[in-house]
T-cell receptor, first 116, second 111 residues
Framework: GAVVSQHPSWVICKSGTSVKIECRSL??????MFWYRQFPKQSLMLMAT?????????EQGVEKDKFLINHASLTLSTLTVTSAHPEDSSFYIC????????????FGPGTRLTVT | QKEVEQDPGPLSVPEGAIVSLNCTYS??????FMWYRQYSRKGPELLMY????GNKEDGRFTAQVDKSSKYISLFIRDSQPSDSATYLC???????????FGKGTMLLVSP
């Protein structure tokens, strides 16, 4: 149980374009999902907390107008990287909370974004 | 001082060895402690979830929490090459709605 999927797993886009990444909880409902980015050999950096039906909460330093998050249903959250630049190239990972504790997070397989 | 400290490794051991992975932390508010395993280019996988102090065992894995020392450990018995991955500790607590992660320790188990 507690399976989280992400789509796409890998995407290449040109500088200036926008990319949408989907995060789905497959066998449970998730009122809260998190979005992280991870650079090579670095730990996870929390970008934002996504709650179903409300606006996302962004971490300090994360541009909310650049990284648009929509948690449209209890099983789907999307991250849109707008006007992507090469420095946005990274590994983006979502997680979803199953059950009552917000600490028991289950992660998706990640999306590798390369901006050329 | 960072909130969570974790030696990045790599830690290299032969197959069958007992592995000890550790994290230290500074925030006494942390009460929930997790260990995640992350294979290269994959998302983290939750291995162990412990609340407060004590030990928890699951198969070849044992998690220990010593809140008095602000020190947590993950032991892997009879390590296998398939255990080769990066192990991340993570913590949460009252007043924190999100997890704080360590940087991860890379483990290499050679056959």
């Amino acid at each position: 149980g507690a399976v989280v999927s992400q789509h796409p797993s890998w995407v290449i886009c040109k500088s200036g374009t926008s990319v949408k990444i989907e995060c789905r909880s497959l066998d449970f409902q998730a009122t809260t999902m998190f979005w992280y980015r991870q650079f090579p050999k670095q730990s996870l950096m929390l970008m934002a907390t996504s709650n179903e039906g409300s606006k996302a909460t962004y971490e300090q330093g994360v541009e909310k107008d650049k990284f648009l998050i929509n948690h449209a249903s209890l099983t789907l959250s999307t991250l849109t990287v707008t006007s992507a630049h090469p420095e946005d190239s990274s590994f983006y990972i979502c997680s979803a909370v199953s059950g009552g504790s917000s600490y028991e997070q289950y992660f998706g397989p990640g999306t590798r974004l390369t901006v050329t | 001082q960072k909130e969570v400290e974790q030696d990045p490794g790599p830690l290299s051991v032969p197959e069958g060895a007992i592995v000890s992975l550790n994290c230290t932390y500074s925030n006494s508010a942390f009460q929930y402690f997790m260990w995640y395993r992350q294979y290269s280019r994959k998302g983290p996988e939750l291995l162990m979830y412990t609340y407060s102090s004590g030990n928890k065992e699951d198969g070849r894995f044992t998690a220990q929490v010593d809140k008095s020392s602000k020190y947590i450990s993950l032991f892997i018995r009879d390590s296998q090459p398939s255990d080769s991955a990066t192990y991340l500790c993570a913590m949460g607590g009252s007043g924190y709605s999100t997890l704080t992660f360590g940087k991860g320790t890379m483990l290499l188990v050679s056959p």
